[in-house]
């Protein structure tokens, strides 16, 4: 019974830790065991195309234009729970309850099973990557260094997402290569994930990856591996085992590396100026021509003709949108349209409905009076999905110093992402008197992050790490969940915000990852 696995086309291999049943998949009509496999670079290339495809499925989506079908988590996990968007009159009951903090472990967002199918392809990569060289003497030193430093960083960013929205979580390192070796496995804590798995996993990344090379963007590339251990320990230092003061100044460190990497277009990224963003006029290219810009670092390719509509649930195509704008942040950015070009460039400001926000941020499209809904046969359009890029990290960067104390260079990072984004009277820079604290730095930096990166999937995560979940989120939460008198119109608050539930800052385990090992928990507060 060993070693029975077999790699289908493309390498879809299915092991669903945690999705309806354990997956494996013995006897495809066409397909080779893992012993005939890892032969020469095509089975590597193969294998790294297996791992790509499943981190952007379970991103995106799966072509099927249903916005609860397989993927989309990357709104969902990183936005819906937010202040940034709510459930809109087409949203499903999973994305009313991640609007509503009332997630059960039905939803369609708490089924880890995409994320452990990566982890499951990148463990068969470290693992028979390394024979390779011996039968295809084409793969040289080179190949297989930046080949092994795509999945350990693959594997770190799986387990990553793992750990921000589940916690604790099972910690698999070696494939599942045997159906008589047991699949259940019970939780490891996530600071473990992080210091054992995470951090030494992107740390081998960067020490195999070529350094000094034009980045292809839709790959991870040495940029890509800085710009993610930055932000696990951004993370790190607001989980109870962190150090604050070691962990932001390891981000630190780590963004000046990123600094000495090379960017898509022209030379390093640099990080000495706001010149090395993209420019005020041409800010949208980061999301609709990325590959040609000098700001993204790494971004998820979907094209649509051969995987279909992607679909986002943030977007009116061959479905309608599930989520939208929430109404008061759409108020307070709104009325900022004339001093920041980003309002304009993001969100249909002649639609009144507003219902179909990200579309323009995603799609090189037109305002029209009447909105920008695509008619009938154009309803399919590239997306290009940001996981990194420059006006990010400046930000991070930002707060890291204010955390550290460097309100000076805090202060400095934070305008060059300011001032990039406005004109008019507001193009000026913010003084040095304007914040004299790090919280009052951080909240300033924390407010631009959530303009600079609307709909990023960023914004719930900042929440959580800096510890504003339930400062932010249990004034809108008792606005959503509350009542209204249909007479007096007088709003009876909801009680279904954070406060005296912290747990709920994670989402609960699905039923059937419960259902497929007995050894898991659910988590505390469902």
């Not at 013995?26 to 032969?39: A, I, M, Q």
């Not at 089924?111 to 084409?138: E, H, K, M, T």
């Not at 949208?284 to 649930?313: H, L, M, Q, R």
């Not at 939460?477 to 994670?506: C, E, K, S």
Request: glycine letters at 8%.
């Amino acid at each position: 019974m060993k070693k029975t696995l077999i790699i289908a086309a493309l390498f879809a291999i299915t092991i669903g830790l945690g999705s309806c049943k354990k997956d494996i998949e013995l006897t495809p009509t066409t397909g080779v065991t893992v012993d005939g496999y890892f032969k020469s670079q095509n089975d590597i290339t193969a294998s790294l195309a297996g791992i790509y495809s499943g981190f952007q499925e379970e991103m995106v989506g799966d072509g099927s234009g249903k916005d609860e079908g397989y993927g989309g988590r990357y709104h969902y996990w990183g936005e819906a729970r937010s202040d940034n968007f709510t459930a809109s009159t087409y949203a499903t009951y999973s994305v009313v309850e991640m609007a509503t903090n009332t997630m059960e472990f039905a939803n369609s967002a708490a089924d880890w099973g995409g994320l452990y199918r990566v982890i499951s392809r990148c463990n068969l990569g470290i693992q028979y990557y390394p024979q390779v060289p011996a039968f295809d003497p084409n793969v040289t030193p080179t190949i297989l260094n930046n080949s092994l430093a795509q999945a350990y960083a693959m594997r770190a960013e799986s387990y990553f997402y793992i750990v921000r929205v589940w916690g604790d979580a099972p910690l698999w390192t070696t494939p599942y290569l045997d159906i008589t070796q047991s699949a259940l496995k019970p939780k490891t804590q996530a600071q473990t994930l992080v210091d054992s798995l995470i951090i030494p996993d992107l740390t081998k990344a960067y020490s195999l990856i070529q350094k000094n090379q034009t980045p292809v963007i839709w790959n991870i590339n040495e940029a890509a591996i800085c710009a993610i251990m930055a932000d696990v320990y951004m993370w790190r230092a607001g989980m109870t085992g962190g150090s604050p003061s070691t962990d932001y100044a390891n981000a630190i460190s780590w963004y000046t590396k990123l600094f000495a990497a090379k960017n898509a277009v022209t030379g390093t990224y640099s990080g000495t100026s706001g010149a090395n963003l993209e420019t005020q006029a041409n800010w949208k290219n980061v999301f609709i021509t990325p590959a040609n810009s000098i700001e993204p670092i790494w971004s998820i390719y979907w094209d649509y003709t051969v995987n279909g509509c992607a679909c986002i649930p943030v977007s009116v195509q061959l479905s309608n949108n599930p989520m939208q704008m929430d109404a008061g942040f759409q108020a307070k950015w709104k009325a900022a349209y004339k001093t920041d070009i980003r309002v304009a460039k993001t969100i249909d400001t002649l639609n009144t409905l507003n219902h179909i926000n990200l579309l323009y941020k995603y799609l090189n499209l037109t305002p029209t009076s009447t909105g920008i809904t695509p008619v009938a046969g154009n309803l399919n359009y590239n997306v290009y999905l940001t996981m990194y890029r420059l006006g990010d990290v400046y930000l991070s960067l930002a707060e890291a110093y204010a955390q550290t104390g460097d309100l000076v260079d805090a202060l400095k990072y934070l305008n060059y992402v300011y001032l990039r984004a406005r004109t008019g009277t507001a193009a000026v820079a913010i003084p040095a008197t304007a914040y004299t604290t790090p919280t009052a730095m951080e909240d300033a930096i924390l407010q631009e992050r959530q303009y600079e990166l609307y709909g990023e999937g960023k914004r719930w995560f900042d929440l959580v790490r800096t510890g504003r979940v339930h400062q932010v989120m249990d004034p809108i939460l008792n606005q959503r969940n509350g009542t209204v008198d249909p007479i007096t119109h007088i709003l009876t608050p909801g009680t279904l915000g954070f406060i005296g539930a912290p747990n709920r800052y994670l989402s609960p385990v699905s039923q059937s990852a419960l259902n497929a090992n007995s050894l898991l928990v659910q988590n505390p507060g469902y």
